[in-house]
């Protein structure tokens, strides 16, 4: 499985050079928060969070994901 990570829409550009050089899928959404992660957490292994709060409930949804970042 390819790597894939869930970003915001609005990520810079820079940002997604990183994932880009390192051959990892992005998923843009309008924002990286508990619906997004829950809708998607089969199919990303990391999200870019911005300031939504994340409930332990969602991470009990999401088991592929290993890194979140803010």
Known sequence: ?????????????????????????????????????????DQVQGAVVMLDQISNDTYAQTPQLKVLSR
């Open 1 to 41: 499985m390819k790597k894939a990570v869930l970003i915001p829409a609005d990520f810079r550009d820079a940002g997604r050079q990183v994932f880009e050089d390192a051959n990892i899928e992005m998923i843009a959404v309008k924002n990286v928060d508990n619906e997004a992660l829950i809708k998607y957490g």
